[in-house]
T-cell receptor, first 113, second 115 residues
Framework: AQSVSQHNHHVILSEAASLELGCNYSYGGTVNLFWYVQYPGQHLQLLLK??????LVKGIKGFEAEFIKSKFSFNLRKPSVQWSDTAEYFCAVSSGGYQKVTFGTGTKLQVIP | NAGVTQTPKFRILKIGQSMTLQCAQDMNHNYMYWYRQDPGMGLKLIYY???????DKGEVPNGYNVSRSTTEDFPLRLELAAPSQTSVYFC??????????????FGPGTRLTVL
C-alpha cells in the first residue's frame, strides 16, 4: 500500500518568510499528486495538482510545488507567506487509474503577523 | 452547483445510538468517499463507491455502513455509536473528466461527538 509522509507537523513562520513543506510518497509507478489546504473550521480545498508534464506546478494564492521523481517528493513552496495562509496543509497521492487517494497526516502552518 | 453537501453539521450521540450522515453531490461524479479526520492523523478512508450500487471498504470501515442507490447520494450509517467514533467526517467526490482526474471535492464536514 502506498503511503505519504509529511515530516513537518507544525510550522510557525512570520509574515513574509518563505515556506517549504515536505512531502514524500512511497509508490514507485505513475502517480498523481495533490496539495490540499484546510482553513480553520473549513473543508479541504485543492491548492494544486500534478498529473504529468512540467514538474513545477503552480497553484492558487502563489503556491507552487515541485515533483522530483527520483526523490519521491512533492514539496510545497511559497516565497512569502501571509497571515491568511494559516491553515493545515495536506499532501495526497493517487496511483494508476484507480481513484483512491492517500493523504498525509497534514502540516499545520501558523503565520504570525 | 452546490458541489458536495453534508448534513448535519454537528451532532452529539449517546453510546449505542445510531445515525446516518447524509452526503449528496450535484456534479454527476461517479466516485464518492467517506473519510474521518482525527487530530494529527490526517484523513482515513472509511468507505468509497465507484458508482451507484457499488461500494467497498476503505482503511477503517468497522462500525460503519454505506449504500449508494443513486449517483448523487452516499449516506454513511453508524450503528451502535462508540466514543472512538468521535471525529469529523468528510464526504468527497471525484469524476472522470481528464482535467480534474482524481481531484476530490470535499463537503463541509460533520462534527460528531459520542458521549
Amino acid at each position: 500500500a502506498q503511503s505519504v509522509s509529511q515530516h513537518n507537523h507544525h510550522v510557525i513562520l512570520s509574515e513574509a518568510a518563505s515556506l517549504e513543506l515536505g512531502c514524500n510518497y512511497s509508490y514507485g509507478g505513475t502517480v498523481n499528486l495533490f496539495w490540499y489546504v484546510q482553513y480553520p473550521g473549513q473543508h479541504l480545498q485543492l491548492l494544486l495538482k500534478y498529473f504529468s508534464g512540467d514538474p513545477l506546478v503552480k497553484g492558487i494564492k502563489g503556491f507552487e510545488a515541485e515533483f522530483i521523481k527520483s526523490k519521491f517528493s512533492f514539496n510545497l513552496r511559497k516565497p512569502s507567506v501571509q497571515w491568511s495562509d494559516t491553515a493545515e496543509y495536506f499532501c495526497a497521492v493517487s496511483s494508476g487509474g484507480y481513484q483512491k487517494v492517500t493523504f498525509g497526516t497534514g502540516t499545520k502552518l501558523q503565520v504570525i503577523p | 452547483n452546490a458541489g458536495v453537501t453534508q448534513t448535519p453539521k454537528f451532532r452529539i450521540l449517546k453510546i449505542g445510538q445510531s445515525m446516518t450522515l447524509q452526503c449528496a453531490q450535484d456534479m454527476n461524479h461517479n466516485y464518492m468517499y467517506w473519510y474521518r479526520q482525527d487530530p494529527g492523523m490526517g484523513l482515513k478512508l472509511i468507505y468509497y463507491s465507484v458508482g451507484a450500487g457499488i461500494t467497498d471498504k476503505g482503511e477503517v470501515p468497522n462500525g460503519y455502513n454505506v449504500s449508494r442507490s443513486t449517483t448523487e447520494d452516499f449516506p454513511l450509517r453508524l450503528e451502535l455509536a462508540a466514543p472512538s467514533q468521535t471525529s469529523v467526517y468528510f464526504c468527497a467526490s471525484s469524476g472522470t473528466d481528464k482535467s480534474s482526474y482524481n481531484e476530490q471535492f470535499f463537503g463541509p464536514g460533520t462534527r460528531l461527538t459520542v458521549l
